[in-house]
């Protein structure tokens, strides 16, 4: 047995003999680890292990880890599943798991060409772009260079960006920001009641304002007569979502803008956190739009606000210079270049992600809806990389544990308000509360594939 399993990955009997005299305990492990290294179809197996044979009496996790590094296979291949002892030896049985990361709306991966940017940046660019000298000279033309490209890319101008640390902070300083440049109009502020916690959270610890929702048609887009009735009042600020983040209703910000323009004096601030480079967004009519890098396989702590020159916004944070003056505090050229290429590479693949994103999203909602006690609540018409639905009797949380179990993972709702035992949103627009009560989030990115969406299913039905 032993012979057979280390000769068909080339060990002779005479290498097999003097690996076994060395490392007598290495055998159980090795097992388990041939049977993972084999799954993998791994080259030059052999020479790796003679040569670094003292691995053998590390725990095997480490040896896994080591072999992952020197052969380039990510960690999220395989697990830990158990760890027995037997006979004096560790025993860890490892079992070769693909991920399958459905949670693409709370955060996507980092794209490897965006992270490389990032470090490079980091190490070549070390110099303050506020200072005077030629360290900071060079940071300064570089972020520059950055800012322009995102400017070109979203066709705006370039001080019109204000480079951010979330979505959130975008959000806060757009409402809060509107709100405190304009003390004479009336502190009415339009909205929907699918609005992300930035928004929703922000607007109910405002004081002095009124908060009006917007009606919904059947289909949970905004009602547009009900906006027009509702302009007549003179709000200062319309603030909603693109895409909404929980149920993946899109709603025309084209539209909506052209008709706050044609009947009020209300600014227009669109959350496109979900939509920023996964569906088409013209800002043409938009005031305000907020959007971050980490949404679309970029960095955590690099988002923007895009302002439009002819509206006045009170910075939140002030200080001393910095990319914009609507934001005080030293200015990231590394992040600042990281989000301006992860914004070209994703904008240049968005069609042909949707297209991909599409298909899995039918075959899934077509499975879905296949499945006993499931009922699907996000519409016909949504984004494709977000799908909602519920399970009848069985607790979000008992299912995500299920399923993390198998290595796959999505959640309940918006991550930001997941602490929360039921959906708002979903108990407000079905008046449910079972549903509202089991619902679950699957999010899609140009990342995932068919054959995962095939094996997602099967892992649901074993898990129901």
Request: charged share 25%.
């Amino acid at each position: 047995m032993k012979d057979t399993l280390l000769q068909s990955i080339g060990f002779t009997k005479e290498e097999i003999d003097k690996l076994l005299l060395k490392h007598p305990k290495c055998y159980q492990k090795f097992e388990e680890l041939i049977s993972l290294l084999g799954s993998l179809q791994i080259k030059n197996i052999k020479n790796y292990l003679m040569q670094n044979s003292y691995l053998f009496e590390k725990d095997i996790y480490i040896i896994a880890n080591n072999i992952s590094k020197t052969f380039n296979i990510e960690q999220s291949y395989y697990k830990t599943i158990k760890k027995l002892t037997t006979n004096k030896y560790d025993i860890i049985s490892i079992k070769v798991i693909k991920m399958i990361y459905y949670d693409n709306a709370a955060t996507t991966k980092v794209d490897k060409e965006v992270l490389d940017t990032f470090i490079k940046v980091s190490n070549d660019y070390i110099g303050n772009p506020n200072s005077i000298h030629k360290l900071g000279f060079e940071s300064k033309k570089l972020m520059n260079a950055a800012i322009k490209q995102v400017a070109n890319l979203l066709n705006v101008k370039e001080d019109e960006i204000i480079f951010t640390s979330s979505s959130s902070e975008s959000n806060n300083l757009a409402i809060k920001g509107v709100l405190a440049s304009y003390p004479k109009r009336k502190k009415i502020i339009l909205t929907t009641i699918l609005e992300h916690p930035s928004i929703t959270n922000t607007l109910n610890n405002l004081k002095d304002i009124e908060i009006i929702n917007l009606k919904l048609d059947n289909n949970y887009h905004i009602d547009i007569n009900d906006l027009k009735e509702k302009l007549k009042l003179d709000p200062i600020l319309v603030s909603i979502h693109h895409i909404n983040s929980e149920l993946g209703i899109i709603q025309d910000i084209d539209t909506i803008g052209k008709i706050i323009k044609e009947n009020s004096k209300a600014i227009f601030h669109v959350d496109g956190t979900q939509s920023l480079t996964k569906i088409d967004v013209n800002l043409n009519n938009v005031d305000l739009f907020s959007a971050s890098a980490h949404k679309f396989n970029g960095l955590k702590g690099i988002a923007i606000l895009i302002k439009k020159e002819k509206i006045t916004l009170t910075p939140l944070i002030h200080g001393g210079s910095s990319q914009s003056i609507y934001r005080a505090g030293t200015p990231s050229p590394a992040l600042i270049a990281s989000f301006a290429k992860v914004l070209r590479l994703s904008l240049q693949t968005k069609d042909k992600a949707y297209l991909k994103v599409k298909e899995i999203n039918k075959y899934l909602k077509e499975e879905l809806n296949n499945i006993k006690n499931i009922t699907i609540n996000s519409k016909q018409d949504s984004s494709p990389y977000i799908i909602n639905f519920s399970i009848k009797g069985i607790k979000p949380e008992t299912m995500i544990h299920k399923l993390e179990e198998k290595e796959v993972y999505l959640s309940t709702k918006t991550a930001c308000s997941s602490k929360e035992d039921y959906s708002k949103s979903i108990y407000l627009l079905t008046n449910n509360l079972d549903i509202s009560k089991t619902s679950l989030r699957l999010s899609l990115s140009k990342d995932n594939t068919l054959k995962e969406a095939k094996e997602f299913i099967k892992i649901l039905n074993e898990s129901l």
